[in-house]
Nanobody, 124 residues
């Protein structure tokens, strides 16, 4: 069992930056693929970024490529999402997710565990 707790969300002006963190419980964190997803009001949850257990494989949604950076620190059981050049369309609840048996996760159905989410609001 893995528990995920996100933090770092907030209100920021367009062009600003935020760093999200996701702290995981459990001794097997280092073996899990991790992902960030987001859900805007009235929309489905969508993929943002993913990282493999070793950090060797990373993938981003086209909408955030070049602006967001995912990373992980297995010693701290934490995965991060650095978000730069934020846009109003980045406004959403951001969720951290973990998958036990995959290299990366790009679909919600691939994830075994979810955090409770953290709100990111970007004002224009």
């Amino acid at each position: 069992q893995v528990q995920l707790v996100e933090s770092g969300g907030g209100l920021v002006q367009a062009g600003g930056s935020l760093r999200l963190s996701c702290a995981a419980s459990g001794r097997t964190f280092s073996s899990y693929a991790m992902g960030w997803f987001r859900q805007a009001p009235g929309k489905e949850r969508e993929f943002v970024a993913t990282i493999s257990w070793s950090g060797a494989n990373i993938l981003y949604a086209d909408s955030v490529k070049g602006r967001f950076t995912i990373s992980r620190d297995n010693a701290k059981n934490t995965v991060y999402l650095q978000m730069n050049s934020l846009k109003p369309e980045d406004t959403a609840i951001y969720y951290c997710a973990a998958a036990a048996t995959r290299q990366i996760v790009v679909r919600t159905t691939q994830c075994d565990y979810w955090g409770q989410g953290t709100q990111v609001t970007v004002s224009s």
